[in-house]
Every structure is written in structure tokens, then in C-alpha cells.
């Protein structure tokens, strides 16, 4: 760059006299000779030597600079897109003014600020292989199937044997493969980062479900509790595990977390994933049904059989469930259980109702479940009977939501205290509450519940139903462009709010408590923001 060669500096000019000075410094005559400007007394002006460059010089310098890095900046980019395609001919140039002069190409904010996720790299023993042994799970399904395709199962073709889903995006999805499907979606998550402290949460892809799957009947509890105290071990060891004592990781488990429960010093059910060691509590538990008396675990959705891969796929899927002439006012898809069992009275009372209704129709025990059957049933009622299963909560739940069916529900944990993220506070919007003890004890007529209801609100209903699809399911993995939220993102965007208010109180040189084990810890998740005192409920009653 030039430079003064003088030892004594010059005070800057104005911009005025300067520019002029630049203007009058050098003259030609007619004859192409050069004279110098004289200094106003007639005198040549010899003694200044070299001149200091003007700032037009420098304007001129930074404005050849910053062209020159935005034409660099969009044919480097062109170049990156397009780095995987084939060699094309030559084309003609193209340029277009407001792919250069955009203010928010220079200026635009981080779109995943607040949202980075730092993914561990774990051993395959915590995952790959636990889908490469898949036939060492229970011989009662076919587990090796259900893993396919990311954890979707085998794909539906023609909307399936009664043409009851989509033409497209429909799988054969088991209700237990969503820790897979979770951490396929996150391999493609747009705001990956390769550096845990610019992360806004830290995701651990253990396959949980698949592991205790595989060891649920072993009697030696050492076995059947290793894999996950080797991860607790394993863990423990990282320093990104250590920053913020585990407050900020998160864990999909794929089942409920009645699986994960079993104290270290007792024989009962389960694995002691969640309570083995202490600190493992600080991380967050994504379950498909969580504990009304813990608090760091949260329920999220069933995996159903759609998995869109465009808006227009679920646009399209929701006008077809408006239109569906349904000939059912109320239906139930599943079996009866030993009476004996605690849900065993509530799913009998509601077959044989359903039994004695000509404006019920009923789905028993098939030899195998066809996806097909079960939706089409629900595609045909108005009401569907969502009674507790296996645990408070169902798979069916969700494939009701798809079909545009409003569910019906005997207990409140099997849904109301459960997808707090996923569902609306005001439970009366898409859903309709009996409460079993009306049910088993006092034999309360559950056609006459529903056909009290005016077809107006049942048309309200309906439609929050409808509204409520894209964020119950999960869409496929590979889509791109769409803008609706599933049931992925809510879950995601819950769990990084949970940590950033986590890191705030830290800062602050406190604790945040947002919830409490005991009696009172599903309250805390029904709170709204900016409360922190649980009180009296109308729910108190059921638990």
C-alpha cells in the first residue's frame, strides 16, 4: 500500500479541499506536458514529495473490494450447490441484480440460533448393532420388519388393502421404533453443530426401547440393566456430559417409561435406565408415555402410519378426512381383557355397549394387525373409544387423530396429563372425557354421552381433530421444503426451551425447577408459562 515517506505528518485536509487539491495536483497542457499546480503565490508546489492518497482513493479501493467479494461470495456458492452434479455445457451468464444487492444475504440472522444440537457419536453398541440383532427381541412380532426403512417398517403401497391411507408416505410403523425414527430425523437436521459449546442441547441416540425390548423377561437383572449402565458410565466420562451435569442432554426412548423404572436394589419390571444412577435424572426423558410422579420425563406421540414428505401430502390427506361420509357415530378398534386386570373392567363394559348399539361398530382381535382394517374403521366414525391399554396410553389415539376421528377418552393420564406439548390445554376442544368409575360402576350409557353432544360442537371438534395431524405425526426424513411443525419439531422446540431456561437460572446461580417427583409432578406440565405454583385440580380426583 503507499505510504508518507516524511517524518513530519500533514493535518487532514477537509474532504472539499482535499478532492480539489487531487483535481488541480497534476495538469496537462495542450502539448501533453505535465505541469505542477503552483500554491497560490505563483510558486511551484516541489516541496511536498510524494503525495498521501486521497480518501476518494480509499472509496474507490473499498468499493472495488467489496464487488469483488460479493461476485465471489455468489459464484462460490454456485459452486457448492452444484458440486454434485455432473459437468453441463457451458451456459450463458446470468446475473441477477438482486442475487448480489440483498441486504439480508450480508445481514440476515442465523436461522438456527438458539436451536443448534450437538449429536454424540456413540459406539454401535448403543445403537447400530441393537437393530442388527433385532431377531434377538421377542418372537411374538417381527422385529427385524419393524426396524426397516428407518424404523418405519415396510412401506404401504396403493393406500393399502382397503384403501384407507395415503397413496403415498404409508408404512406399516410399529408403535415402538421411535427412537430410531428420532435419530434418522436428526441426522438430517438443518442445524447439526460439530461443536457441543455452540449447542443449544446435547441428543444421546441410544436406542433404549430396542435394548430393553431384547431383556424385558430376563430374570439376572445384570444383564438385563448392563447396556444402560455401561451408557451412564460412558457419559459420565465426556465433558460436554460434565459442563452442565447432564441439565442440558436429552434421550428418545421409544417406550414408556414404566421400562426404565425399576429401582436398582428390586427385582420387579423394567430396566434402571432412569434411575441407576442420580445424575441421569438431569437429562431429559422423551417416552411415548411418561410418569405422572416424575418429573423429567415427557410423553410424545405414537408413531402412526403416515409419514408425509411435502405440505400438499398433508394438505391433501386433511381435506380427504373432511370429506369422509362417516356412517359410525362410535367405534372401537381392539380386544377385551381379563376382567381381573385393573383396565380389564373398563375395555368389557365398553364391548358389550358397543355390542348392543346399532350405531356402533367394533374392530376384535385379528389373527395379525393390518394397519388397513384399523384405519378404515376409524375413517368411518365420528367417535372413537380410546380405553387404557397395555399402559394409560395408545398407539390408537394417534391413528384416530389421522383419521379425523375425535377420541374418546375414560382417564385422564391417557392423554390430558400426558402430550402436554402435542395436545391443546383445553381438552374439551377435540375430545370427549368419561370418566371409567361412570363407566364400570354406575353403568353410564356412553351413546347417549355422545349423542347429547349438538352436531355443531361435533363439527368444531372435528375440525380442531383435523387441524391437530401435522403435529402428531412424523413426517419423512428426506422431505424438503415443508413448513408445517410435526410431532419431531414440537418436541425438539419444547426440549430446547427446557434447557435455555435451564441455562438461564445457572447463570443466575440457581436451580430451575420445573417440575417435582411425588404426587403433584404432572401438575407442573400443565402450568402456563410464567406460573410456578401448582394447586388444587379438577383431575385431583382420578390419581
Same mark, same amino acid.
Given at each position: 500500500?503507499?505510504?508518507?515517506?516524511?517524518?513530519?505528518?500533514?493535518?487532514?485536509?477537509?474532504?472539499?479541499?482535499?478532492?480539489?487539491?487531487?483535481?488541480?495536483?497534476?495538469?496537462?497542457?495542450?502539448?501533453?506536458? +505535465?505541469?505542477?499546480?503552483?500554491?497560490?503565490?505563483?510558486?511551484?508546489?516541489? @516541496?511536498? !514529495?510524494?503525495?498521501?492518497?486521497?480518501?476518494?482513493?480509499?472509496?474507490?479501493?473499498?468499493?472495488?473490494?467489496?464487488?469483488?467479494?460479493?461476485?465471489?461470495?455468489?459464484?462460490?456458492?454456485?459452486?457448492? +450447490?452444484?458440486?454434485?452434479?455432473?459437468?453441463?455445457?457451458?451456459?450463458?451468464?446470468?446475473?441477477?441484480?438482486?442475487?448480489?444487492?440483498?441486504?439480508?444475504?450480508?445481514?440476515?440472522?442465523?436461522?438456527?440460533?438458539?436451536?443448534?444440537?450437538?449429536?454424540?457419536?456413540?459406539?454401535?453398541?448403543?445403537?447400530?448393532? =441393537?437393530?442388527?440383532?433385532?431377531?434377538?427381541?421377542?418372537?411374538?412380532?417381527?422385529?427385524?420388519?419393524?426396524?426397516?426403512?428407518?424404523?418405519?417398517?415396510?412401506?404401504?403401497?396403493?393406500?393399502?388393502?382397503?384403501?384407507?391411507?395415503? @397413496?403415498?408416505?404409508?408404512?406399516?410403523?410399529?408403535?415402538? /421404533?421411535?427412537?430410531?425414527?428420532?435419530?434418522? &430425523?436428526? &441426522?438430517?437436521?438443518?442445524?447439526?453443530?460439530?461443536?457441543?459449546?455452540?449447542?443449544?442441547? $446435547?441428543?444421546?441416540?441410544?436406542?433404549?426401547?430396542?435394548?430393553?425390548? /431384547?431383556?424385558?423377561?430376563?430374570?439376572?437383572?445384570?444383564?438385563?440393566?448392563?447396556?444402560?449402565?455401561?451408557?451412564?458410565?460412558?457419559?459420565?466420562? %465426556?465433558?460436554?456430559?460434565?459442563?452442565?451435569?447432564?441439565?442440558?442432554?436429552?434421550?428418545?426412548?421409544? &417406550?414408556?417409561?414404566?421400562?426404565?423404572?425399576?429401582?436398582?436394589?428390586?427385582?420387579?419390571?423394567?430396566?434402571?435406565? /432412569?434411575?441407576?444412577?442420580?445424575?441421569?435424572?438431569?437429562?431429559?426423558?422423551?417416552?411415548?408415555?411418561?410418569?405422572?410422579?416424575?418429573?423429567?420425563?415427557?410423553?410424545?406421540?405414537?408413531?402412526?402410519?403416515?409419514?408425509?414428505?411435502?405440505?400438499?401430502?398433508?394438505? !391433501?390427506?386433511?381435506?380427504?378426512? %373432511?370429506?369422509?361420509?362417516?356412517?359410525?357415530?362410535?367405534?372401537?378398534?381392539?380386544?377385551?381383557?381379563?376382567?381381573?386386570?385393573?383396565?380389564?373392567?373398563?375395555?368389557?363394559?365398553?364391548?358389550?355397549?358397543?355390542?348392543?348399539?346399532?350405531?356402533?361398530?367394533?374392530? !376384535?382381535?385379528?389373527?395379525?394387525?393390518?394397519?388397513?382394517?384399523?384405519?378404515?374403521?376409524?375413517?368411518?366414525?365420528?367417535?372413537?373409544?380410546?380405553?387404557?391399554?397395555?399402559?394409560?396410553?395408545?398407539?390408537?389415539?394417534?391413528?384416530?387423530?389421522?383419521?379425523?376421528?375425535?377420541?374418546?377418552?375414560?382417564?385422564?393420564?391417557?392423554?390430558?396429563?400426558?402430550?402436554?406439548?402435542?395436545?391443546?390445554?383445553?381438552?374439551?376442544?377435540?375430545?370427549?372425557?368419561?370418566?371409567?368409575?361412570?363407566?364400570?360402576?354406575?353403568?353410564?350409557?356412553?351413546?347417549?354421552? =355422545? %349423542?347429547?353432544?349438538?352436531?355443531?360442537? $361435533?363439527?368444531? /371438534?372435528? @375440525?380442531?381433530?383435523?387441524?391437530?395431524?401435522?403435529?402428531?405425526?412424523?413426517?419423512?426424513?428426506?422431505?424438503?421444503?415443508?413448513?408445517?411443525?410435526?410431532?419431531?419439531? $414440537?418436541?425438539?422446540?419444547?426440549?430446547?426451551?427446557? $434447557?435455555?431456561?435451564?441455562?438461564?437460572?445457572?447463570? @443466575?446461580?440457581?436451580?430451575?425447577?420445573?417440575?417435582?417427583? !411425588?404426587?403433584?409432578?404432572?401438575?407442573?406440565?400443565?402450568?402456563?408459562?410464567?406460573?410456578?405454583?401448582?394447586?388444587?385440580?379438577?383431575?385431583?380426583?382420578?390419581?
Amino acid at each position: 500500500m503507499p505510504h508518507r515517506t516524511c517524518t513530519a505528518a500533514t493535518p487532514m485536509k477537509p474532504f472539499s479541499r482535499s478532492l480539489q487539491w487531487d483535481l488541480d495536483a497534476a495538469v496537462d497542457d495542450d502539448d501533453g506536458k +505535465q505541469h505542477f499546480a503552483d500554491d497560490g503565490d505563483g510558486k511551484q508546489n516541489t @516541496e511536498r !514529495g510524494l503525495r498521501r492518497p486521497s480518501r476518494l482513493f480509499y472509496l474507490a479501493l473499498l468499493y472495488t473490494v467489496f464487488w469483488a467479494l460479493v461476485f465471489y461470495h455468489h459464484f462460490s456458492t454456485s459452486v457448492q +450447490q452444484s458440486g454434485g452434479a455432473a459437468v453441463a455445457a457451458p451456459t450463458a451468464l446470468q446475473l441477477k441484480p438482486s442475487a448480489f444487492f440483498s441486504a439480508s444475504r450480508f445481514f440476515r440472522r442465523d436461522p438456527c440460533t438458539g436451536r443448534y444440537v450437538y449429536m454424540y457419536d456413540l459406539p454401535p453398541r448403543f445403537n447400530a448393532d =441393537l437393530v442388527r440383532q433385532c431377531g434377538r427381541v421377542s418372537a411374538s412380532s417381527d422385529v427385524c420388519k419393524d426396524v426397516s426403512h428407518d424404523g418405519f417398517g415396510p412401506p404401504i403401497t396403493g393406500g393399502g388393502e382397503e384403501g384407507s391411507l395415503p @397413496e403415498r408416505g404409508a408404512y406399516d410403523t410399529d408403535q415402538f /421404533m421411535l427412537s430410531i425414527i428420532f435419530h434418522v &430425523r436428526m &441426522r438430517r437436521y438443518e442445524c447439526l453443530t460439530a461443536d457441543p459449546a455452540a449447542a443449544a442441547v $446435547v441428543y444421546i441416540p441410544f436406542y433404549a426401547g430396542l435394548d430393553a425390548a /431384547m431383556h424385558l423377561g430376563n430374570k439376572d437383572l445384570a444383564v438385563r440393566d448392563a447396556l444402560s449402565r455401561d451408557l451412564m458410565d460412558w457419559l459420565a466420562r %465426556r465433558p460436554e456430559w460434565r459442563a452442565m451435569g447432564g441439565r442440558d442432554h436429552f434421550l428418545v426412548s421409544g &417406550r414408556g417409561t414404566w421400562d426404565f423404572l425399576r429401582s436398582p436394589d428390586s427385582t420387579g419390571w423394567g430396566n434402571t435406565l /432412569m434411575t441407576y444412577d442420580l445424575a441421569i435424572r438431569n437429562a431429559t426423558f422423551l417416552n411415548t408415555e411418561a410418569s405422572a410422579r416424575h418429573g423429567n420425563d415427557f410423553a410424545v406421540p405414537f408413531p402412526s402410519h403416515f409419514h408425509p414428505s411435502s405440505d400438499a401430502e398433508i394438505t !391433501g390427506w386433511q381435506d380427504r378426512m %373432511r370429506r369422509l361420509d362417516r356412517a359410525w357415530l362410535w367405534c372401537f378398534a381392539g380386544w377385551p381383557r381379563p376382567r381381573g386386570n385393573g383396565m380389564g373392567p373398563e375395555r368389557a363394559e365398553l364391548i358389550e355397549q358397543c355390542r348392543n348399539s346399532s350405531r356402533c361398530s367394533l374392530l !376384535g382381535k385379528l389373527n395379525h394387525y393390518v394397519p388397513g382394517h384399523a384405519m378404515q374403521l376409524l375413517e368411518s366414525a365420528q367417535f372413537c373409544m380410546q380405553p387404557r391399554g397395555d399402559g394409560y396410553t395408545r398407539k390408537s389415539t394417534f391413528d384416530s387423530i389421522l383419521s379425523g376421528c375425535i377420541p374418546v377418552f375414560f382417564h385422564p393420564v391417557s392423554a390430558y396429563l400426558q402430550y402436554t406439548w402435542h395436545l391443546p390445554r383445553d381438552y374439551r376442544s377435540y375430545s370427549v372425557f368419561i370418566p371409567h368409575r361412570d363407566v364400570v360402576d354406575r353403568n353410564v350409557s356412553i351413546e347417549e354421552v =355422545l %349423542r347429547k353432544i349438538p352436531p355443531e360442537k $361435533v363439527a368444531r /371438534m372435528r @375440525e380442531r381433530v383435523i387441524q391437530l395431524i401435522p403435529t402428531v405425526m412424523y413426517r419423512h426424513p428426506a422431505a424438503k421444503g415443508v413448513t408445517f411443525k410435526d410431532a419431531f419439531d $414440537v418436541a425438539l422446540d419444547r426440549v430446547v426451551d427446557r $434447557v435455555a431456561k435451564r441455562r438461564r437460572a445457572a447463570a @443466575e446461580g440457581r436451580e430451575y425447577v420445573d417440575s417435582v417427583d !411425588g404426587a403433584d409432578s404432572w401438575k407442573y406440565d400443565l402450568l402456563e408459562d410464567g406460573q410456578t405454583k401448582v394447586g388444587p385440580h379438577e383431575f385431583d380426583q382420578y390419581l
